[in-house]
């Protein structure tokens, strides 16, 4: 167990809907980071927040949005889903937001749109 | 884009085999490597994070060395067993910090 949990497990939705993925940060690290995981792909980073801000962003589409708020914790919004957006979805923490600092892993999160 | 490449895609090795397995990176601009390990519906778990040009690091029969200079890191494993059984990643930061990950290796431990 990492210490860094996510909610939902799994979420089954339809085409165009909008879901709102839950990460809760190892106690103590600063820094929440989204990657995507779809069929056949490798993980594949989207967004870093750091203390309440964003550090970095990967290819992450405008339909998705992230935040970060005051007690750490993190929300990753999908909107106007598409089913090519079905993947595994996981956030990760660290201490603070350096290359060197280990990234502790979430369960993920499975959706699925149908 | 950085690139990170690891070789081989899968491995399939005896019980007891010892192995290893390649992470290619730029050797440019280079600031740190990660190796995780991740079994089947779990999530990746942290095994090293290496800096420095001829690191070496050990965790049980897994360790790994850095080669910052040519660009690549080494994982090996002595005497695989069953529940080594998984995906090896590596990954490595890019210039705003985003960690890039490879394909990973698969690595299955037959009994």
């Given at each position: 167990d990492s210490?860094?949990?996510?909610t939902?497990k799994?979420?089954?939705?339809?085409?165009g809907q909008?879901?709102?993925?839950r990460?809760?940060?190892?106690?103590?690290?600063l820094?929440?980071?989204w990657?995507?995981q779809?069929?056949?792909?490798?993980?594949?980073f989207?967004?870093?927040?750091?203390?309440?801000?964003?550090?970095?962003?990967?290819?992450?589409?405008?339909r998705f949005?992230?935040?970060?708020f005051?007690?750490?914790?993190?929300e990753?919004?999908?909107?106007?889903?598409?089913?090519?957006?079905?993947?595994?979805?996981f956030c990760?923490?660290?201490?603070?937001g350096?290359?060197?600092d280990?990234?502790?892993?979430?369960?993920?999160?499975?959706?699925?749109?149908? | 884009?950085?690139n990170?490449?690891q070789?081989?895609q899968?491995?399939?090795?005896?019980?007891?085999?010892?192995?290893?397995?390649?992470c290619?990176f730029?050797?440019?601009n280079?600031y740190?490597?990660?190796?995780?390990?991740?079994?089947t519906?779990?999530?990746?778990e942290?095994?090293?994070?290496?800096?420095?040009?001829?690191?070496e690091?050990?965790?049980?029969?897994?360790?790994?060395t850095?080669?910052?200079?040519?660009g690549?890191?080494?994982l090996?494993?002595?005497?695989?067993?069953?529940?080594?059984?998984?995906t090896?990643?590596?990954?490595?930061?890019d210039?705003?910090?985003?960690?890039?990950?490879g394909?990973?290796?698969?690595?299955?431990?037959r009994?």
């Amino acid at each position: 167990d990492s210490g860094v949990t996510q909610t939902p497990k799994h979420l089954i939705t339809a085409t165009g809907q909008r879901v709102t993925l839950r990460c809760s940060p190892r106690s103590g690290d600063l820094s929440v980071y989204w990657y995507q995981q779809s069929l056949d792909q490798g993980l594949q980073f989207l967004i870093h927040y750091y203390n309440g801000e964003e550090r970095a962003k990967g290819n992450i589409l405008e339909r998705f949005s992230a935040q970060q708020f005051p007690d750490l914790h993190s929300e990753l919004n999908l909107s106007s889903l598409e089913l090519g957006d079905s993947a595994l979805y996981f956030c990760a923490s660290s201490l603070g937001g350096r290359s060197t600092d280990t990234q502790y892993f979430g369960p993920g999160t499975r959706l699925t749109v149908l | 884009i950085l690139n990170v490449e690891q070789s081989p895609q899968s491995l399939h090795v005896q019980e007891g085999d010892s192995t290893n397995f390649t992470c290619s990176f730029p050797s440019s601009n280079f600031y740190a490597l990660h190796w995780y390990r991740w079994e089947t519906a779990k999530s990746p778990e942290a095994l090293f994070v290496m800096t420095l040009n001829g690191d070496e690091k050990k965790k049980g029969r897994i360790s790994a060395t850095l080669n910052t200079k040519e660009g690549y890191s080494y994982l090996y494993i002595k005497g695989s067993q069953p529940e080594d059984s998984a995906t090896y990643l590596c990954a490595s930061p890019d210039s705003s910090y985003k960690l890039i990950f490879g394909s990973g290796t698969r690595l299955l431990v037959r009994p």
